[in-house]
C-alpha cells in the first residue's frame, strides 16, 4: 500500500510539474509577442527623437512639402499621408462590398461542397506575392483604366487602389464568413418561422447579430492596406505630391520608407532618421484604426 501511495505521488508530482512546463512555454510565446511589439516601438520611438531634435513637430505636421533628401529639404509629412489614405479608401471601396457579400454568399446561400471550393481558392489570392499585383496593376489595371480615363497617366492611385482592394477581399471575406457562421442557428429559426425570407434574414437578423466580427474583419482590411508596400511603390509612383485625387501619381508612407532604405544614406543624418518618423506615422495611424475597431465591435456587442 505504501508503495502505491509514493508511485501514486510521483505520478502527480511529474504530471504537476509537465503541466507547469507547459504553462511556462505558453506563457513565453505570449510574452514574446508582446516583446517584440515593445522592441519595435522602442526603435521607431528612439530614432524618431533623434529625428525631431531637429525638426519640429509642427512642421512635420503642416508642411505640405515632402523633400528630405533634396538641398532645400522639407519634412511635411502631409503629401505622404495623403497618398495613403486615398490608396486605401479606394482599396476599402473595392474589398468591403465584394468581400461582405462573398461572405454572405458562402455563409446563407452556398452549398457545402461550393463552400469548400470557392473559399479556399479566395484564400490563394493572398498568397500571391504583392510584387506581383504591382505589376499587375501597372501592367494590366493601368492600360484598362486609360481606355475609359484616356488623361489617366501612367501612375496613378486609382489602380494601385482598385489591386490593393482585390488583394484585401479574402481577409475581409473569410473572417466575415466565419463571423457570420458563428451566429446561432436558432435566430435564423426564429425568423423564417416570423415568415422571413432567406435574404432578409441575412440583411436584418444575421448580419446584425455578427457585426461585431464583421467589424474586426474590415480593420483588418485597413491595416493591411495601409501596410501595403509594393503595389503602390510600383503602379502609385513615388512622387511625394500632396493630392486627394485619385487619377494622380502620389507616394505612400511605406512607398517612401522602401526608396529611403537602400543603404545609401549613412546611420545618424536625419536622411536616414526620416524613414522612422514615417514609420512612427504609420504605426499611429493603424493605432487609431485599431481602437476605433475596437469600440465599434464593444459598442456593437453591447446593442446585440
Known sequence: MAASLSAHATRSRLRHLRERLVESLLFLAALSSVAITI??????????????????????????????????????????????????AIALVVAIPLGTITAIYLSEYAGYRTREIIKPLMELLSAVPTVVYGYFALLFVTPLLQKLLPELPGFNMLSAGIVIGVMII?????????????VPMHLRESSYAMGATRLQTSLRVVIPAALSGIAAAYILGISRAIG???????????????????????????????????GDLPHGTIGYQTIFAAGLTLLLMTLVFNIAGFILRKRFRQVY
Not at 43 to 62: H, I, N, P, R
Request: charged share 10%; net charge negative.
Open 39 to 88: 522592441g519595435i516601438v522602442g526603435v521607431l520611438v528612439v530614432e524618431s527623437a533623434g529625428f525631431f531634435k531637429q525638426v519640429s513637430l509642427l512642421d512635420f505636421l503642416t508642411d505640405t512639402q515632402w523633400t528630405p533628401l533634396f538641398d532645400d529639404a522639407h519634412y511635411g509629412i502631409l503629401p505622404l499621408m495623403a497618398g495613403t489614405l486615398v490608396t486605401t
Open 170 to 182: 479574402p481577409y475581409v471575406s473569410s473572417v466575415s464568413e466565419d463571423a457570420i457562421r458563428a
Open 228 to 262: 501595403e508596400t509594393m503595389v503602390v511603390a510600383i503602379a502609385a509612383g513615388m512622387q511625394p505630391n500632396l493630392t486627394w485625387n485619385p487619377m494622380e501619381p502620389a507616394a505612400t508612407i511605406t512607398a517612401y520608407i522602401v526608396q529611403v532604405s537602400l
